[in-house]
């Protein structure tokens, strides 16, 4: 599909129930966390938003990923969506999304025209619960990485996600020990797994259902 026929597809799709846990469940690490599943999620939850930002390019539908600095925090050297945590002055969830991915790679949030949100993912590990919010731009955005948040930005094709053989496991070990068969996105070279693999699986399932 091109980019302005997946864009209509998108906001007629968004209208109708998510797959959300069904497809997130797809590229969940194992064990499970099931955390990220309770219906209510602890009062003392902060809220935040990621942009997964369409865009047409000679090379097909585009969207940026980001690739974390290396610090000493749990989501070190990953590779995400540009966002972040809402602050206090944001109006509501879709501008902390356009806000927080305007500062880290430069789009220009006033040409981005909001398509819908996908389902929200509780992440047990940083206490989040993150909106994705999916949006369209008419245009090839000059992206610049903020460095202090953003370590490389990562422009990648829709068409990817949409190739099985991008889909892989491995066994991942965290800092405390802990080891998880983990499902996730080869692109990039980069291993895309955790939150951000459970987003993309939802555009997945959306476009495959059709």
Same mark, same amino acid.
């Given at each position: 599909?091109?980019?302005?026929?997946? $864009?209509?597809?998108?906001?007629?799709?968004?209208?109708?129930?998510?797959?959300?846990? $069904?497809?997130?469940?797809?590229?969940?690490?194992?064990?499970v966390d099931?955390?990220?599943?309770?219906? =209510?999620?602890?009062?003392?939850?902060? =809220?935040?938003?990621?942009?997964?930002?369409?865009?047409?390019?000679?090379?097909?539908?585009?969207?940026?990923? /980001?690739?974390?600095?290396?610090?000493?925090?749990?989501?070190?050297?990953? /590779?995400?969506?540009?966002?972040?945590?809402?602050?206090?002055?944001?109006? !509501?969830?879709?501008?902390?999304?356009?806000?927080?991915?305007?500062?880290? $790679?430069?789009? +220009?949030?006033?040409?981005?025209?909001?398509? %819908?949100?996908?389902?929200?993912?509780?992440?047990?590990?940083? !206490?989040?619960?993150?909106?994705?919010?999916?949006?369209?731009? +008419?245009? /090839?955005?000059?992206? $610049?990485?903020?460095?202090?948040?953003?370590?490389?930005?990562?422009?990648?094709?829709? *068409?990817?996600?949409?190739?099985?053989?991008?889909? =892989?496991?491995?066994?991942?070990?965290?800092? !405390? !020990?802990?080891?998880? *068969?983990?499902?996730?996105?080869?692109?990039? %070279?980069? /291993?895309?797994?955790?939150?951000?693999?459970?987003?993309?699986?939802?555009?997945?399932k959306l476009?495959?259902?059709?």
């Open positions: 599909m091109t980019h302005s026929e997946i $864009v209509t597809f998108l906001q007629q799709r968004l209208a109708s129930k998510l797959p959300g846990q $069904v497809a997130h469940l797809e590229m969940a690490p194992q064990p099931m955390r990220r599943f309770q219906p =209510k999620v602890p009062e003392s939850h902060r =809220k935040g938003a990621v942009l997964l930002l369409l865009y047409p390019s000679e090379e097909g539908v585009m969207f940026p990923l /980001i690739k974390r600095p290396v610090y000493p925090g749990v989501h070190s050297g990953q /590779i995400a969506l540009p966002g972040g945590k809402m602050d206090q002055e944001d109006s !509501n969830i879709i501008y902390t999304a356009l806000r927080e991915a305007e500062e880290e $790679v430069a789009v +220009n949030r006033e040409r981005i025209e909001i398509l %819908g949100q996908l389902s929200d993912l509780y992440i047990p590990t940083s !206490n989040f619960l993150v909106t994705p919010v999916l949006g369209s731009i +008419n245009e /090839i955005p000059q992206f $610049v990485p903020e460095e202090r948040e953003v370590d490389a930005i990562l422009p990648t094709g829709l *068409d990817l996600l949409l190739e099985p053989s991008r889909r =892989k496991r491995t066994l991942l070990k965290l800092s !405390n !020990n802990l080891q998880l *068969d983990t499902p996730y996105f080869d692109l990039h %070279g980069e /291993i895309v797994w955790g939150a951000t693999a459970m987003i993309l699986s939802e555009l997945v476009i495959q259902e059709g």
